[in-house]
């Protein structure tokens, strides 16, 4: 079975398929040259005896006793072509040594009917063609026949078929060999590319394939195959991230949660300090909790059972109801939350879902900004768009942050404050808000604040939205 394998292979099939269309290429060319070349040969055959009629009657020579001769004395045999004239009572009165040579038994009804017209009649080599025709030579009227035979024409057809008949067969032979090699040749950078590809393993994902040309067609397949391999990568290295990330956040509080039980277990002690315990252990079970949650959500947006729930939702209401919840943490720094609800911003979205990103954004910039500052959202629809911004004075995202903060447990304290969640907070808002067909975005300069602002499809119509303010 792996002995005949090769034939499935592109090269074998592109020389088949070569050499199919090099047959029908070549059957069809030999056809069309073959017939061209028939109808060729015999029409100068036939034009040449025509010549030989007009040619015949002006050669005629009358000697003094009256009677009509041609080529006298003439040894010439170009000048003795096959030549019989006979007169209007059906008597030869001259033929060439040819012509007595070579008789041929239907001139004599051909003469009859001699309307210069030619025909074929046949011979014993090859078939003879004759053209009958009146003329009038001395005052004479007489017929004259000249003949040609088929033969030499035949002999030259026969040379022409026999080039064609193996000249062509023969080149479609070599061009298709030539083809295969072309076709090998062609295919080794993709047959050394694929023995590459194979070898690439989930621990060798840093290898890639050798382009030997970029621009043609197997180095662009090289050069996508590469990209997909930076992607695949990139996603091993994140979830590798992800993978250890979530372990140590959760070792964290479970070792918290063990030594505050180790602890209550070292004797005896007073009600009051049990409940201290208890209340700590509480406390991180509770973080772990949250930190489960979130994981939940992200792992349930990655393999895409967070089906929104679509309902309409007016974004000003929605930040209304979320700074009514969530001013008391503000109320702790003595900030204020501002809501500006420019206009009514109709968008089409899982109200829970989008929450739950809005409030991580909210929280964050109540966590992120100084304490007696003022942080305003902004709710409106531009064009076929509705908005929710988020403005706060705080320490701002330098630009190669500003991509950073979204991946997962991502976390810089920019206060240095140690005020500082798990980094989920945005990876979890930025699903929830692709999740519900919208985008998040970050403005920030260092320094000045940040405005993270959330552009969701309005409930109808089109335009860009305005930056922030
Ligand atoms: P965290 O739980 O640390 O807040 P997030 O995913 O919510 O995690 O945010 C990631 C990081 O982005 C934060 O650690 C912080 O450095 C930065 N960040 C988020 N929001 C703001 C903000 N409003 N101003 C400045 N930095 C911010």
Known sequence: MRRWSFLSTLRVRLTVSHLIAMLVVTTVYGAIVSTLIVRNASQSLDD????????????????????????????????????????SAGQIVYRTPVAIRSPVPESGWLADNADGSIAIVPNDVAPFRIVSGQANIAGQPVIIQVGRSEFFMREELVEIFFVLAFGLPLSVIVTSLAGFWLARRSLTPLERMTEHAQAITADRLDERLLVDDPRDEIGRLGNAFNALLDRLEESFRKARQFT????????????????????????????????????????????????????????????????????TVELGELADSIVSDIEVLAAEKNQTLSVERVNSALCVADAVVLRQALVNIVDNAIKYSPTNSQIRIRTFTVGGHSLFEVQDPGPGISPDLQQRIFDRFYRYDPNASKNIGVGLGLAI?????????????????????????VQLPRKSSPTKPEGCR
């Open 48 to 87: 040449r005896l025509q010549n030989d009629f007009r040619w015949a009657s002006t050669m005629a020579q009358q000697n003094p006793e009256g009677r009509l001769t041609w080529f006298e004395g003439d040894e010439r045999p170009e000048n003795n072509p096959w030549l019989s004239v006979s007169n």
């Open 244 to 311: 250890s990330d979530v372990s140590h956040e959760l070792r964290t509080p479970l070792t918290v949660i063990r030594s505050v039980g180790e602890v209550g277990l070292r004797g005896d002690r007073a009600t009051t300090d049990y409940r201290t315990l208890v209340g700590s252990m509480l406390e991180e079970v509770n973080r772990l909790t949250d930190l489960v949650d979130k994981l939940l959500t992200l792992s349930r947006s990655d393999i895409g059972s967070l089906k929104p729930k679509v309902e």
């Open 429 to 453: 808002a930025k699903s929830s808000v692709e999740a519900n067909d919208g985008e998040l975005v970050c403005e920030s300069v260092a320094g000045e604040g940040s405005c993270f602002r």
